[in-house]
């Protein structure tokens, strides 16, 4: 029977294969096995041998994986390291080939094939028993939470009575920053998130310090307030920085005394909290256009201020963030995408490099993602480029360097068709992209080996 022709199934030179895609030696992959628990195994021979059976064993003397079928018919396949000419090393350059050793082909990608060399996040299916082949361990550190951990702050700090003022922007983690604050504080109270921006400013003030029965129009009840509901725990405001001069005057009365008085009501009650506030704004901006009290001002800051790093200046935390959800997702993300996702702007941080790769996992057909048309126009996003600080703005001849980058990386990096487009010849655009590379790695300040 002849081999089934589709993408990888048949290559004729090792060549083609070598990248950091392709699956080598002390690799691992998971066995999914037919009503059976999962198992993990790393590739530490340069052969294996893989049989249909009644039930499921390992052979470790022969190197023979066993996996159960229905019926009697019995295929065989081989799992190979082969080795790349003239190389002694087969961690760097040889590549495992999977192969049908009869007439019944296995199932790449949900496509049937006779043999093809594996990549990391292939997915092999041999009757209803799954082989994914998975990115190598210890070679990147991942960071339980990636973008942010409460090492920022000391652990005198976070059990501290202090208040603790946040900036960041628009999804860099604040509220999940405050949570971990108060988890680890040991504090005996509630947590209370209160997002004041929600809120109609005439609503606020009730939902900070309560209100009694009959106090307005509506105050059918008597409510106690976050203030109160947060007492011996934490509560952390956010967007603080919506807050009326009006607002903040009375919130700083509490932060002198910590002593709530409801709406309408005329007895006041000592609260035992701690304030966490949260800005996506620079304070002194505010102060500024005189939409913050100075003397408010100084009382934020007045404990701890943490500020969080957003996305774009830190290709080192997308990388981790895309590790970390390779682990938490069981997929693989292609290297050519994360190294795209690295020159994006990701105006909305890690909450939008989340939505974006839950999305693309939705939307793939298999374990493994790879750089396609719902990514082209993410390195476009100007709306964000708006809001840039003075050292963030690109020079002319930068963002041609960026635009060249895009239209290659659209064109599937082929440098013949991208020239084209641009109007230039190859030798030119590959000189662009050098000079950008070079520009780039002389602009670092943290420069991080990573070997996958």
Known sequence: MGALLISRSIIHSLESSIGLKGVREDDEFMLDLFQDRKRVFRLKRTKYKIVTSSK?????????IHLPV?????????????????????NEKSRYLMKSLGES??????????????????????????????????????????????????????????????????????????????????????????????????LIE??????????????????????????????????????????????????????????????TQKADVRLIFASGTKMKQLIERQKMRKDFYYRLTSGVVVTLGNLRDNPIKIREFCMDFEKQNLTILCEDLIKYYQECPWPGNFRQLLSHLNKKK?????????????????????AEALGFEAHQLKSLEEIKMDYCLNIFMKTDKNFVRAAKLLDISPNTL????????????????EVVDINL
């Open 206 to 267: 009730s939902e900070l310090f309560g209100h009694v029965k009959g106090a307005f129009t509506g105050a059918i009840t008597e409510k106690r307030g976050a203030i109160l509901e947060a007492h011996k725990g934490t509560l952390f405001l956010d967007e603080i920085d919506s807050l009326s001069i009006e607002l903040q005057t009375k919130l700083l009365l509490f932060l002198d005394n910590y002593e709530v008085r409801a709406v309408g009501g005329s007895a």
């Open 105 to 202: 082909p296995f199932r790449l990608n949900g496509v049937q094939c006779f043999e093809a060399f594996v990549e990391r996040g292939d997915v092999i299916d041999i009757g209803f028993n799954r082989i994914q082949f998975l990115r190598p361990r210890g070679h990147l550190k991942i960071s339980e939470k990636p973008h942010f951990t409460t090492d920022l702050l000391s652990e005198e700090m976070i059990k501290s009575p202090l208040n603790i003022m946040i900036e960041g922007e628009t999804g860099t983690g604040k509220t999940t920053l405050a949570k971990s604050i108060h988890e680890e504080s040991a504090r005996s109270g509630r947590f209370i998130h209160l997002n004041l921006s929600s809120f109609a400013p005439s």
């Open 56 to 64: 499921f064993y390992f052979d470790f003397a022969l190197a023979q």
């Open 362 to 382: 939705i939307l793939s057909l298999g374990k493994k993602i790879i750089l396609d048309h719902l990514d082209h126009d993410l390195i476009n996003e100007k």
């Open 430 to 445: 590959k000189a662009l992209l050098g000079n950008r590379d070079k520009l780039k790695k002389s602009r670092d300040h």
């Open 70 to 90: 229905f019926g009697s018919a019995q295929s065989e396949f081989e799992l190979a390291l082969v080795q790349h000419s003239g190389s002694f090393e087969y």
